[in-house]
């Protein structure tokens, strides 16, 4: 059964920091991205930044030299380093992982809230 455990979400007040983790366990297939999704309310679920398994980062520009995506192949784990949060940055955040066939799976989702 695949599992896909993120932790790291919380509240924050504007200019600080938090760091998403996501482990994903009972993978039967070969992970090519991993990465990380957001969701505002009343918003469409947009993609934050996801990696490959080659290296290769990609980010929304809205998190561009805030936020710094890595990943552990050997541990099946990505994290998103989050710096300067701004209130905008409010969502849940879902990690998801996908193979080059494109078989997706998602996490539950962990709540970010930045606010004074």
């Known amino acids: 059964q695949v599992q896909l455990v993120e932790s790291g979400g919380g509240l924050v007040q504007p200019g600080g920091s938090l760091r998403l983790s996501c482990a994903a366990s009972?993978?039967?297939?070969?992970?090519?991205?991993m990465g990380w999704y957001r969701q505002a309310p009343g918003k469409q679920r947009e993609l934050v930044a996801d990696?490959?398994?080659?290296?290769?980062?990609n980010y929304a520009e809205s998190v561009k030299g805030r936020f710094t995506i890595s990943r552990d192949n050997a541990k099946n784990t990505v994290y998103l380093q989050m710096n300067n949060l701004k209130p905008e940055d409010t969502a849940v955040y879902y990690c998801?992982?996908?193979?080059?066939?494109?078989?997706?799976?998602w996490g539950q989702g962990t709540q970010v809230t930045v606010s004074s």
């Open positions: 990696t490959t398994s080659g290296g290769s980062t």
């Open positions: 009972g993978i039967t297939f070969n992970i090519n991205n």
């Open positions: 998801f992982v996908k193979s080059l066939i494109g078989t997706l799976r």
